[in-house]
């Protein structure tokens, strides 16, 4: 009860300062392994936004047994995409909660064309305050995500979350310059403070 009234009070505040923050609706972009994780979650925790990961969502979900889970946990293991359909009624759920009211930072959707499409006839195609890619090589991305030990982290699934990254996820930098929409890139290799200083700046700009 008392958090309910704390949350609600929360989310009110959270109104109220729409008009005062800036750059709060933030997608962040990159391949397999460029610290978009690390990065969203201090993004996150500086402007008190929700960290929207698909992800972490779908990892939930696996953990708990779900059936969503269930039928989306081979297809994470092989590093292949999870459909559409599900990934952006898992997404349109979450912004509706009033905790994105006044912004939140994406990571890891949209990954594909569609799923694109679908967050631009959700939340508006003037919604996102920044597009931010984070660019790190592809032989570091490799030697990190080989390092981080997570069970959908073999070499085989590893090499097809590049291939499809590059084939499905890229294509959406020129999606968003094409349809009007500043994509900017950031240098994702140095220390995660030295990384998340040049978003900040980028966002802060
Ligand atoms: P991530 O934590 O973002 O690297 O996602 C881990 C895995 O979850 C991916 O390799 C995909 O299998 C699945 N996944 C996460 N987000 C999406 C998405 N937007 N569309 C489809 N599959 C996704």
Known sequence: MVSGV???????????NCGLRMGRHIL????????????????CK?????HISTGVMLRDHVARGT???QRAKAIMDAGDLVSDEIVVGMVRERLAEPDAACGYLLDGFPRTLAQA???DAVVGTDALDAIVVLEVAESELVAR??????SDDTAETVANRFAVYRGQ?????????????????VDGVGAVTEVLSRIVTVLAS
């Open 145 to 150: 995500a080989l390092a981080r030990g997570r």
């Open 117 to 119: 499409e679908a967050l």
């Open 6 to 16: 704390l949350a609600t009070a929360e989310c009110a505040l959270r109104v109220a």
């Open 169 to 185: 996820t890229e294509p959406l930098i020129e999606f968003y310059r094409t349809t009007g929409r500043e994509v900017v890139a």
């Open 67 to 69: 059936d969503l889970g």
């Open 46 to 50: 500086a402007l008190g936004i929700p």
């Open 28 to 43: 962040l972009l990159g391949p397999p392994g460029s610290g978009k994780g690390t990065q969203a979650d201090l993004l």
